[in-house]
């Protein structure tokens, strides 16, 4: 990172804070790094424009077994559904 990042207070529960402290250990690094990795993901995937759908489309019908098209279905009536309020 070239540009001086700015502080920003953070609350942690403890047991996210060991686990966090475990990551940045095992990858010999800083905590900071391996929040700030993983919080620049998050922004990343939640500003992808990504559905629902698109993110759980390859799960769909992955079950073997019943109406191979009833989950497609039932995903398409629920997202329908929610665009609908």
Do not use: C, F, Q
């Not at 001086?4 to 690094?29: E, F, G, H, N, Q």
């Not at 759980?56 to 009536?77: F, N, Q, W």
């Amino acid at each position: 990172m070239n540009v001086m990042a700015s502080p920003i207070t953070l609350r942690l529960d403890p047991v996210i804070r060991r686990r966090v402290a475990l990551t940045a250990r095992r990858r010999r690094t800083t905590t900071s790094v391996v929040l700030r990795e993983a919080i620049t993901k998050w922004v990343e995937k939640e500003d992808s424009g990504e559905t629902l759908y698109d993110r759980v489309a390859d799960l769909i019908g992955s079950v073997h077994g019943g109406d191979p098209g009833r989950s497609t279905r039932k995903l398409s009536a629920v997202l329908k559904a929610r665009r609908a309020k």
